[in-house]
């Protein structure tokens, strides 16, 4: 089992061969290589939206090539995740390309950032250009990050419209930060508007996060967890045991979890992640062991996103984001992402006001020593 979480794409040749065996023999042999028909966790009911997911979909966040994704539906995939914003706005190409033919036999998410409600109109219809389909079944805000935004009434007046226009099934909020405080808000919102919150959740998460989840389904919300794999990082620590199965069995051992999305980027990486669906997802000792060794691993530079340094940093630096940036850099290996979601952040929030310092005061209550990883990522988003 792999250990590198990132390897590179699938090479054309083996393309070309998966696209001449078909997805009947795919699935043959997916068949054979896992066992007996998946269990009743393979497949699980996406809140009040009643879409029928599979628990593992994919995040199409870091796939260039619509012959991965085609690869992911052969082995049992059928909810994926996309963005308005992703590659440039290219990524809804890719996935355009991929689902051709296939349309009715998976499920479609899609964001857009928030901003005035003619705005995002332009842009969900952009998105179904790309996707080149008539409706998507979810589609978010992306990015939320406070109960303000949840409510604000460009957001929820654009969502309903383009529902009532009948450009999406379902409406929702992808969420990377104050996730309690943007699920809590989701469900206080009175006209119960929407139905899907995408959540950062891992096996290193908080516990209020589990709890604002439970929350969520309680209140009819599907759950999508994405970050599932805590950055993919490369450890020498582990050798070649791999920690990624047992980060997704981690995720959906969750029952208030509907689906998770990993980014899958190769054939490797699609048989690996897709067979948990095959496995209880009950953690075994060796899997606490496997995810207890690779967290201690990556604790120098993993951030928990647990909020506590808001507010240590007099220069206002949206320490949290930055640190996702250089998730997607060092964990991902990703400059091009990486880059990507740097240049959203505000300029007032941005690692460009860390020169006005002599001294960086911010502080993690987790450990983080948060003056080397902010001048390594200045170095990085500021220098380049």
Known sequence: MRRNRNGGSMDRRTFMKLSAVGAAGIMASAGAETGAAAPPSARRVLGRTGLNVSTIGIGTFRTTEPAVIRVAFDYGVNYLDTARNYHNGRNEEYV???????RDKVYIATKVVLDTKDKMMAEVETSLAKLGTDYVDVLMLHHI????????EDGRGFLAEARKQGKTRFVGISTHKNEVEVIDAMLAEPEKLFDVVTVVYNFKSVEPITDAIARAVEGGLGVVAMKTQAGGYETKELGDISPHQAALKWVIQNPNVHTAIPSMVNLDQIKEDTAVMQMEPKLSKRDREVLERYAAAIAPYYCLRCGRCEGTCPEGVDIQTVNRCMMYMEGYRDPGNARAAYAEL????????CRQCGVCKAQCANGLVLSERLARARHIFEQA
């Open 145 to 152: 990050d406070s109960p303000d935004q949840v409510m604000s």
């Open 346 to 353: 505000a300029p007032e929030a941005s690692l460009a006001q």
């Open 96 to 102: 355009g390309e991929a689902i051709k033919g296939m």
